[in-house]
Structures are given as structure tokens and as C-alpha cells.
């Protein structure tokens, strides 16, 4: 059964950073591009952050750029969001999903694998 497990979300004061982890169990995320989403109390989900199977090509939403930062570490079949500087607008429960593609989708439609969701809260 394939599963995504996010962790590494909390409260933190503006300024601070996070680092958010999705970990693959279930299959191996070589062959899966993955893409983090965020969901804000009454707003849609949004796509956040993206970054292609091999690694190589990477995307973000424009808020996040400059602050935020996407990895993968295929051995640990896991995926990383690196995020500093955090501002109350970046509140939200955040996913992560997959999609069986090289490249990332820009549709959310296209991820068939979705986590559980780590809740983000940035607040003084």
C-alpha cells in the first residue's frame, strides 16, 4: 500500500524556520515526483513547492521563493521542505504528495498519493 507520512510541522514565532519531511513507505520514490501543499482554514489548497524524481528540477510558489527550499534523498525515501523566515500567512496544514512522472504536474488532480498533512502554525 503506497503511503506518504509528512512530520516536522509546529508553532513557531515569525522569523523562525521548519523543516518538513515526507517519507515514503509502501514504494520507492525514484520514479515519483513530489509536491508539497498547503491548506489555510476557508482557502484552497495550494501547490507550495515541487521537485522532479531525479532532482534535478525544482519549483515554488512566489511567496516561498528565497525562503523556502525543496530536497530529496531517494535512499531514505524521503522529501524535504526547508522553510525560513516563516510569516502568519504561511499557516496552513501541509501535504505532501506524489505523482508517477519525471516531472512535477501543475495539476493537483495528477497526484495520486497524498499524506495525512503536518500543521503549520507561525505565531508570536
Known amino acids: 500500500q503506497l503511503q506518504l507520512v509528512e512530520s516536522g510541522g509546529g508553532l513557531v514565532q515569525p522569523g523562525g524556520s521548519l523543516r518538513l519531511s515526507c517519507v515514503a513507505s509502501?514504494?520507492?520514490?525514484?520514479?515519483?515526483?513530489i509536491g508539497w501543499f498547503r491548506q489555510a482554514p476557508g482557502k484552497e489548497r495550494e501547490g507550495v513547492s515541487c521537485?522532479?524524481?531525479?532532482?534535478?528540477?525544482?519549483n515554488y510558489i512566489d511567496s516561498g521563493k528565497g525562503r523556502f527550499t525543496i530536497s530529496r534523498d531517494n535512499a531514505k525515501n524521503t522529501v524535504y521542505l526547508q522553510m525560513n523566515n516563516l510569516k502568519p500567512e504561511d499557516t496552513a496544514v501541509y501535504y505532501c504528495?506524489?505523482?508517477?512522472?519525471?516531472?512535477?504536474?501543475?495539476?493537483?488532480?495528477?497526484?495520486?498519493?497524498w499524506g495525512q498533512g503536518t500543521q503549520v502554525t507561525v505565531s508570536s
Open positions: 521537485i522532479s524524481s531525479g532532482g534535478s528540477s525544482t
Open positions: 509502501g514504494f520507492t520514490l525514484d520514479n515519483y515526483a
Open positions: 504528495a506524489a505523482v508517477q512522472d519525471y516531472y512535477c504536474s501543475s495539476r493537483q488532480a495528477d497526484f495520486g498519493s
